[in-house]
């Protein structure tokens, strides 16, 4: 199945030595592009560091970058909803590429959580579908990615185990976090998501007694959190229960490293 979603006319006839310019929403694309692509491509990301793609709106220069761009791959973060149409539009060479394309959301059609690349099972679908819009792009080099593409693969599979050594032994299977990044992570590991905001919305002062009575029920010690977000509300429920608030970011850079180290802090702190 071709990995493109929609293309705005075709990029000029490519040289071999040159990279393919590609640009994606979130920084743990970029680790994924660059495992496929390798020295063969260069990668520049939407959503700064410390920003959050719930509401990030580009900056007129990384609009004006795109102008040299081969690629953009989406993943259906909030941001894109508002800004994809006039990302495509600012080249017409630039071909568009569905990144969560074969990807089926929890949350359904009415609310779809974007978080999948926090599940190694959806990342594997999601570096098919990439190196299959490099390969498309620049066929010259298709059995490069091919190659590198295998490789990754053998990793998240090596990860994947790992993770599920490391959740083994543990008994609560229930954690509490602010912004509910972790659906996928936890429907893949068998453990059960408690989120403080619903909807984008921070909880009312009655939903935010119900959490507390929650915590306490469940002996809840830690509140997850993550730093692109304000800690308040975690950090009250925290107070309530006697508890800590621990930061962990869904959109670390360092995707295989990241996951290991929440995977442990899962581990260690649900006991």
């Known amino acids: 199945m071709s990995a493109m979603l929609f293309a705005c006319g075709q990029a000029a006839t490519r040289q071999i030595s040159d990279n393919l310019d ?25 959503v700064l560091p410390g920003e959050s793609p719930a509401a990030y709106e580009p900056k007129p220069d990384q609009l004006r970058a795109l102008s040299t761009a081969d690629l953009y791959i989406s993943i259906g973060v909030p941001f894109e909803n508002a800004w994809l149409d006039r990302i495509a539009s600012a080249n017409a060479g630039m071909t568009v590429v569905d990144g969560a394309q074969q990807i089926s959301r929890m949350g359904g059609p009415e609310s779809p959580d974007p978080h999948i690349w926090l599940s190694p099972s959806l990342v ?6 990439i190196s299959e819009a490099l390969s498309s792009a620049d066929p010259a080099h298709a059995e490069a990615y091919e190659t590198n593409l295998e490789v990754f693969l053998r990793d998240i599979d090596l990860l994947d185990a790992e993770i599920h050594r490391t959740m083994d032994g543990v008994e609560k299977r229930r954690f509490m976090v602010f912004h509910p990044s972790w659906g996928y992570f936890a429907r893949d590991y068998g453990l059960e998501m408690i ?52 930061l962990i970011s869904p959109l670390d850079e360092d995707w295989m490293g990241n996951l290991r180290r929440v995977a442990r802090a899962f581990a260690e702190h649900l006991g």
């Open 124 to 129: 594997r679908v999601q570096a098919r579908t």
């Open 195 to 246: 989120p403080i905001e619903i909807g984008g919305q921070e909880p009312s002062a009655a939903e935010l007694a119900e959490l507390v009575s929650r915590a306490r029920e469940e002996e809840i010690k830690i509140i997850f959190a993550q730093p692109e977000f304000s800690t308040r509300t975690a950090e009250t429920i925290a107070d309530e229960i006697g508890g800590q608030v621990l």
């Open 22 to 46: 590609v640009t994606v929403s979130i920084l743990p694309q970029r680790y994924f592009v660059e495992r496929i692509g390798g020295d063969l491509v260069d990668v520049n990301v939407m």
